[in-house]
Structures are given as C-alpha cells and as structure tokens.
C-alpha cells in the first residue's frame, strides 16, 4: 500500500474523534469512514485501532453502546462525548497551527533566512 | 479523574463482560474485514489470512486494550501473588518462619503497648482529665528522691481552705473491707471513704440522688453512704426508691443518698462509700489521706502547682527535715501520679518487647538475605529468559508483602490473645485498673517496622542479584566449588546481633527469676503449713470498743478450739506477708531513752505465737495472763532488739508507743518474720522492726482508728484439711455473731503469693519474652547454617569423596555458627551490663552481677546455639557424596 501516508505519532485519535464526531459508529466502521474521508490516503493498522478506542472510552473522549449494524450484527457503537467534542475542537486548532507552521518552514526559501 | 477511576474499577470488577465485550467486538470487526474482502473477489483462504495478517495478534491487542484500561498493572499484581504464594509453599520452613517472627514480634508489642496505653498514656476515663491534678510531696536528699501521695489532715484542710486555684477533695488511704447486711445476710464489700466533693472533682455524677455534704463530712456527722452501680442491680434490683433508704453499713443503718454510674472506678473496686470525715487527729494526724484536685477554669498548671507549694512552705515550718533533703508539695497531673509506681516496670518491659521486635527484624532480614542469596540462580535464569529487572523486583516485592500480610495478620490475633491474657492478671499482678484495649496505633506502626524489615531486606538482595551478571550467575554453581563467602558476611553480623540481644534479655529475665525465687525463698520465721487465714471487719458500730471486742474474740476462739482437727487458734490485726501498722515509739528507760523513729505494731490474742510457731527466743509470749486490768506489756522482735535495744537487757526495759509515755513492759522477745514494709522503697518483703502488744490491751480509741484501715485476722492450724478448718472458722463466727462475713479464706503461702505477685510477673513476662528472644535467635543461626550447607553441598560432597569424614565435614560447617554464637554471646555481655542498671529497682535479693544469672543466661544461649548449628548440619551425614556431587 505505497500510495498511503504514514500516520504522524498521536495524529490516530485525532482521526477517531473526528470519524466518530460524524456519527456514531463500531469500529470497522471508524476504519472505513478514515478510509472514505482521506479518500484512502491514510491507512490505519487495524492492530492499533482497538488499544486507541478503548484508551479513548477510559478518557471519556467517546462513549459505547451496543445496537444493531446495517447488516443486522451486534455491534458495538462508539460516539462522542461532550469531552471528546471539546478535545477535537482543540486537537483541530492546534493541527491548524502546527500543519501551517510546518507549511511555512518547508516553504522558506534562502532570502526568507 | 473520576471517569478514569470508574473505568477502571468497572474494568476491575466486571471483568468477564469486558472480555466477552472485547471479544464479541473484534470478531464482528474479522467478520466484516473478510466479508469486504471477499466481496471485492478475493477467495475466502486468502481473504481469511489477510485478515488475520492484518489484525496481528488478538490476544496481543486484547493485552493493549486491558493495557490502556489500566488493568496491566493489577493483572502482574495478581500473577506475581499467585506465584509468590506458590514459590512460598515450596519453602514452608522459611515461610513459617518469616511469618511467625513477623505475628509474635508485633504481637507482643502491640499487647504490651496497649498495656502501656491504658496506663501512661490513654486520658483518664473523667471529662477533662488533662486539668485532674494529684497533690504530692516531693522528697530531694543527695542520696534519694521520692513522691510521697499521702498527705495528713493538717495538709489536706491548708489545700482545702486556701487552694483558691483549684478544687479539692481526699480519699482515705488503703481498701479495707465493710460489712454489708441485707436481708438478714451479711457480706464483705468493698468500701472507700471520700470527702464531700469528691466525684465532683472527678466530674462524675452520682446516676441518682447525689454525693456527700460538707455537713455529711464532718465528724459527728450523719451516717450516710453511696452505692456502686453493681450492688445496686444486684442486691437492690435497680431499685431508685433506694436513695433515702437505709442500709446497714459497718453494724449500722446508713441513709443511702446516691448511686454512682456503672463502670465508674477511682483506683481499686468500691461497693459503698461513705463520707471521709478528715480531722487533723487520730487517722488525720499521720500521712494516711490522698488528696486530688481539678484545676478550677482559667487557671494553669503554673498557678495551681507554685500555690500548692507556697501552702505546703508554711505546713513545713517547724517540721523536721531531715539535712540536706528538701521538701516540697505540688501538684502533678493525676495520670502522672496514678502511674508513677508502675512506669518502670511498664517502661522495662516495653523495652524488652522492642528489643524482641529488633531481633525479630533482624532476623526476618536474615531469613530475606538467605533466600534472595539462594534464589541467585533462579532470578538471573528469569532474567536470561526475558524478566526485566524491574519485573524481578516486583516479583520479590510481592513475595515480601504476602509474607508481611499473612504475618500482620496473624499478629492481630496473637495481639488479641496477649491481650486478653494480660487483662486477666493486670489487676492483679499490676494494679492496672484502667481498660486494657487493642491499640491500633501501634499494631500499625510495628506493622510498619516489620514490613519494611522484610521488604527492605526482601529487596536488597534482589537489587544484587539483577545486577548480576546473568552468566556468571548461572555457571556459578557447575564453576565453583567453593560457595562464595564475601555475601555472608551481612547475615552473620546479623544473627551475631541477635544472639548479643537475646542475651540481654536472658541475663535481665534470670536476675528477675532469681529474685522472685530469692523472696519466695526467704525464710518466713513462721511455720505456715496447716493454716487457714480470714479477715473480718470490725471497722464496725458494734465493735468499737475493746471490751466488745474481745467478747468477739474469745467467744469464737472458743468456739474454733473447741472443734475436732483444730491445734490451735489465734486472732492477731495483721498477719505474715502483709503490711503492718507503722507506730512511732520511745525508749523510756536503758542508756539513752528517746525516740525510736519507727517500728510496725501488732496486736494478738493469747496463742498467736504456738499457732504460727513463730519461736520465742527469750521471755515469754503473751497469753491469758495479759488482760485489759494487767500491766501494759509488749513482746519484740530480734530486729527490733538489734536496732533499738541492743545496749540493753530487752527483758527489763520500757517502751512507750505512739506518742504516749505510759509504760509498757518487753515481757518477751521472738524471732522476725516477713512482712511487707510499708517503708523503705519498694522492697517487696523483709523483717522490720516489730512490736506484739495484747489485743486485751488496746485502747478503744486507737482501734477504732485502726479497724478503719485494717482488718484482724483469726488464724486457725489443724490437721482437718482447708475445708474443714474453713468450716470450723465459719461457724464459730457465725454462732457468736450471724451478721459477721469473713472476707476470702487463704493459706499463708498464698497471701505470700498475692505479696510477691508483681515480682512473679515480671519474671514470666520477661522470662516469656527471653525465651522468644532466644528461639529467634536460634532460628537466624539455623537458617545460617542451613544455608551454608545448602550452598556448599557440591563442596562437601567433594570433600567427602575425598575422604574427609562427616564429623570433619559438620566441625567446618558448624564452626562459623559457634564462633558467631561466642561473638554475640561478649558482644551481648558488654551491652547488659549497662542494661541491666534500668533494672536495679527491680531486683532485690541478688546482686546485678549474680553468677548463677550470667552463667545460666550464657549456657542457654551456647546450648541453644550448639543446637541451631548442629541440627541443620546432620543433614551432611545422610547426604550421599555421589549425589551432592550433581546437586547444583
């Protein structure tokens, strides 16, 4: 899978807070809607998936409940908590800040020094 | 974080739904990775390897997700308990062992302690205790110093009239027993005499009705008494209609007035009280008044004390103060006063207990560094197989807390049951009158001690031992023959200073045996085999005078002699072994008559002497010739003669007693016997100075004083056997007076050993706590030795092929142990003989230096010593060289 993007180290939760902010879903489901969002760029090891939800639920970022899947499975259905709601507002600002940071300093030319 | 908190408690405590959770989630997550797999046209085999390939290791996952639940931690905890106590189970010795240090270490600290607590340090059960004072006379002179608490009737009106600073209020001194009839049955109570305001002072109310009047208080005064809770419910069925009932009290009707609370005790048991009467004549006109006190509001310790010694200034003018002592009255906490007699023994005995908990210590770090030093192998294997160091570590923390557990553990009921012991004879043995209750405190504290004992020394090794490196560790064995010994050295400094501290304990526990044997042993000048012993009451209306009396005396006398089996009978004020009167006396006549400073006086009815076979060494004793119309005489004693007559012939010389200048005739002289000095510091028993006058020949006036604070002792010999004596004393008293109670029938050996009671127990206790002491000691120095012959099996088994002999074999392995045993044995001979001072006030009989004490403390601990070594070390002479060879 060549064409994927390393994931940056601790960039995961941020990426399960925002899938899980566009409704609730079980975890393949996370997996999927990262894929569908990033139109496949970032690939997430589905090894690290699970220790990443269940670190977030002990934080109280998202909560669980079981229901029932499209395909009438039991599932587990993760969502956000109003915790997790104001972490991801501020992992986005401060993703904002570092991604144009970085942007900037790439962009720099010898003059600019 | 509270969220957190319940996370990982839910993750905790419902653990089985968050693994089912977990892995019904992660198949669902298989199931639906295959099925898009599959359904994007991979076959079902590949799409099955991808997504197992993909999703790695469940269980590896599972172990992250309890991981990020905060369960890793509490799952290691859980493992490594149930290891440690699988590993523990292999060694039952050693377990055993650490573990039953661990119980009697703190055990008997605790129980000890709480002693200590109920006396010394736990407030005392009155509202405000900390303002309770006790008024004392302090005693300075260059070659003593003492705290008198017994004031006389003129101190006690000063304190009362003029101690603006605080509120006062006296107690006569010593219990004597009153005579209670209820119903046409009499018995024997306890009494205590107590001034108006006394439990005001204390700050107790009476349950119902009140206390005593100032009128009440005076002499002359009605006769009314106060009643304890017991005796109420008992006797009186709770009644409350009680209070202004009237109860016959020492022969006669008392107007009750008040009952005082369940529970409530000042010092010594009480059934009835009745009013003091203090006076500075008779019973006030000598020391024979305690005197207690509160602070009254808003004022300090300070004030009250310095007023008390300015009041005391003018009691002592014109007093004589014997040179270069001086005297002072002040006022102390009441705590401080109530304990004072008893901290040393306390403080000794705490000292013991601590010094078995520091051997205890020692040896649990013993018992630590040998096995940490054993399980080198085992630990540098677990860390060639992956064990961080850390985990190592971790894994002997556990094993040391389970040990620390199981053994606090079994120390709460052995401090539980030490406890219970010594609140059985704590009263008795000690005087302790206080509860005696658990004090967690110091279970906690010595807990603490003992289990940072052993995980401190649990962990040592453990440090080396990780640093170790793995190879050399794990060759050690199959490279080297010769154990290594540079890593024994800090076991045997240890076990050597076990073995000087229970030898401490041995010396200071012997010198307490010896004593007590010494004053169980000490001749009684009195022959005591066949006789019975009871005290009546005559601190009574009816008996107040001597002709009364003596009818009394006769009459049973008569009675008892006249009963088959019974030699002889005698009634006489105090008996051997107990305390006796103290009377001032003079001279009147011989070289230089004057003033004799002390002596103790008894009284005895004709045939005292033949029925205690107590020998007349010249004159004769005093019999029928000697009535109440006859002239005054008296008998002494041989230490009477040697201190105050020796200048002159007893027989023709004249004494007078008390302040009085009549006459009195020395008509006889007889040999001492022991008695219980009511003078002279502390010395439990010996021979003071004595004088026998006729009962006959007592004044009315001065028995009455006299019966107050002593009861007389009827005193039968015979060959019928205790009961039928018992009997035959019971119904003579009961033909001449049915409303007469005996108190308790006892053999003279056991009055001896009610004296001597204290002595009796401080030599078990510290007996008790010497030999725990020295089974410590003797289990370090078994498992020293045990250990060497663990670890040089593979030498002594080369040895042995050799050709060397067992008995060469055991000599080098069991030398170490004796030399250790030798080194701790001077090591501990130097540190009691500065211990041994603290005892001084505690040994009587012996000299600190006594031979037999140090000899027998020192074969002890050798014979012991030699045993610990040996034992382990017969196991050589079973071994079989062609295995030790192997054994690794």
């Known amino acids: 899978m060549g064409k994927s993007a390393d994931l940056l180290p601790g960039t995961l939760d941020m990426l399960i807070l925002k899938a899980v902010s566009l409704g609730p879903l079980h975890g393949y489901g996370v997996l999927l809607r990262i894929g569908q969002i990033s139109k496949n760029l970032l690939d997430i090891e589905q090894g690290s998936l699970y220790p990443a939800l269940y670190r977030l639920e002990h934080q109280g970022l998202i909560e669980s409940e079981w229901g029932t899947s499209d395909n009438n499975r039991r599932a587990k259905f993760y969502r956000l908590t109003a915790e997790g709601v104001r972490r991801l507002r501020a992992e986005t600002r401060q993703w904002g800040v570092f ?3 970085v942007a900037n300093v790439l962009s720099a030319t010898p003059e600019e020094v | 974080m509270p969220h957190r908190m319940r996370s990982y408690l839910g993750a905790l405590f419902r653990r089985s739904r968050l693994e089912s959770d977990m892995d019904r989630e992660m198949r669902l997550h298989l199931e639906l990775y295959y099925d898009d797999l599959v359904r994007s046209g991979i076959s079902p085999d590949e799409a099955r390897r991808r997504a197992g390939a993909q999703f790695g290791s469940l269980e590896r996952m599972k172990e992250e997700c309890r991981e990020s639940r905060g369960l890793a931690w509490s799952d290691e905890f859980v493992r490594n308990v149930r290891y440690a106590v699988r590993t523990l189970r292999r060694s039952p010795a050693f377990t055993l062992a650490a573990i039953l240090t661990l119980a009697l270490c703190i055990g008997a600290n605790t129980a000890i302690f709480s002693v200590i607590d109920a006396v010394l340090l736990r407030p005392l059960p009155f509202p405000e205790p900390d303002r309770l004072a006790q008024i004392v006379t302090l005693y300075h002179s260059k070659s003593a110093e003492g705290v008198d608490d017994s004031q006389d009737g003129r101190t006690w009106e000063m304190l009362r009239d003029h101690a603006t600073f605080l509120d006062t209020a006296a107690s006569g001194g010593g219990w004597s027993g009153a005579n209670l009839a209820t119903g046409g049955r009499a018995r024997y109570v306890d009494e205590q005499r107590v001034t108006a305001g006394y439990f005001a002072v204390l700050g107790v109310r009476p349950v119902i009705g009140r206390e005593f009047t100032r009128e009440e208080d005076r002499p002359g005064g009605p006769p009314v008494a106060m009643i304890g809770h017991s005796l109420w419910t008992n006797l009186f069925a709770a009644d409350p209609s009680i209070v202004g009932r009237s109860i016959l009290v020492k022969g006669e009707p008392h107007t009750v007035v008040g009952v005082m609370p369940a529970g409530f005790r000042m010092l010594g048991p009480a059934d009835v009280w009745t009013p003091l009467r203090p006076t500075t004549t008779g019973e006030g006109s000598g020391t024979n008044y305690g005197v207690i006190a509160r602070l009254r509001p808003g004022t300090t310790w300070v004030q009250a004390a310095s007023q008390v010694e300015a009041l005391g200034q003018r009691l002592l003018e014109g007093k004589r103060i014997p040179p270069e002592t001086r005297v002072r009255y002040t006022a102390i906490p009441m705590q401080t006063g109530l304990s004072n007699e008893l901290r040393t023994t306390l403080l000794i005995i705490q000292g013991a207990v601590a010094l078995v908990l520091v051997i205890g210590c020692v040896n649990i770090a013993g ?3 040998a096995r940490a030093g054993s399980r080198t192998r085992e630990i540098a294997t677990r860390a060639a197989l992956g064990g961080g160091r850390s985990v190592v570590i971790r894994q002997l923390l556990t094993e040391s807390l389970v040990i620390a557990i199981a053994g606090g553990l079994a120390s709460i009921g052995l401090g539980y049951a030490g406890i219970r012991a010594l609140s059985l004879v704590a009263e008795d043995s000690l005087g302790v009158w206080q509860n005696i209750r658990l004090d967690w405190r110091v279970l906690v504290a010595t807990m603490v001690v003992s289990v940072m004992t052993s995980i401190v020394f649990g962990l040592l090794p453990a440090v080396r031992a990780s640093r170790v490196d793995i190879r050399t560790a794990l060759s050690e064995g199959g490279a080297r023959g010769v154990a290594g010994s540079s890593s024994r050295w800090p076991r045997r400094l240890l076990v050597a200073g076990e073995v000087a501290l229970a030898f401490v304990l041995l010396v200071s526990a012997a010198l307490l045996i010896r004593t007590f044997i010494a004053l169980r042993d000490l001749s009684p ?17 009816r008996y107040n005078t001597s002709a009364n009396m003596m009818r009394l005396f006769t009459n049973s006398l ?34 230089a008559p004057g003033r004799i400073p002390i002596t103790t006086l008894n009284y005895v009815t004709p045939g005292f002497f033949d029925t205690l076979r107590i020998p007349v060494r010249s004159g004769r004793p005093i019999d029928d010739r000697d009535t109440s119309e006859s002239r005054k005489v008296a008998m002494v004693n041989e230490a009477f003669l040697r201190r105050y007559l020796k200048d002159q012939d007893p027989l023709s010389s004249h004494i007078g007693l008390g302040g009085s200048d009549q006459p009195i005739a020395i008509i006889g002289v007889t040999g001492n016997v022991q008695q219980r000095p009511g ?16 009962a006959s020949q007592m004044e009315s006036e001065t028995l009455k004083v006299v019966h107050v604070w002593f009861s007389p002792h009827w005193i039968v010999r015979g060959t019928g056997g205790r009961e039928s004596l018992t009997a035959a004393m019971q119904r003579a008293v009961e033909a001449t007076d049915p409303l007469l109670p005996f108190s308790k029938f006892k053999t003279l050996d056991a009055v001896r050993d009610r004296t001597l009671i204290r002595q009796r127990f401080q030599a078990i206790l510290l007996g008790t706590l010497a030999g725990l002491a020295l089974l410590l000691a003797a289990v370090g120095l078994y498992g020293m030795i045990a250990n060497t012959v663990v670890e040089r099996t593979r030498e002594i088994g080369i040895r042995m092929a050799l050709g060397a002999t067992a008995a060469q074999v055991i000599r080098a392995v069991v030398a170490p142990g004796i030399l250790i045993a030798v080194v701790g044995l ?6 009691a003989a500065f211990s041994i001072r603290a005892l001084r006030s505690l040994i009587y009989g012996v000299e600190s230096s006594d031979a037999w004490s140090w000899g027998a403390a020192a074969i002890c601990l050798l014979v012991v010593a030699a045993a610990g070594s040996l034992l382990p070390s017969f196991r050589i002479t079973r071994a079989n060289p062609a295995a030790t060879l192997r054994y690794d």
């Open chain 1, 99 to 101: 991604a144009s940071a």
């Open chain 2, 367 to 369: 018992l630590m560094l």
């Open chain 2, 525 to 541: 000048g009195f022959d005591g085999t066949g006789v019975m012993t009871a005290a009546i009451s005559l601190d009574d209306a």
């Open chain 2, 558 to 591: 008569e009675r008892i002699r006249a009963t088959p089996g019974v030699e002889s009978a005698a009634v006489a004020l105090s008996i051997p072994y107990e305390r006796w009167l103290n009377m001032g006396a003079r001279r009147l006549d011989g070289p």
């Open chain 2, 679 to 694: 003078w002279g510091g502390g010395i439990p028993l010996s021979t003071p100075p004595a004088v026998y006058v006729p």
């Open chain 2, 826 to 831: 001077g090591t501990g001979a130097v540190l």
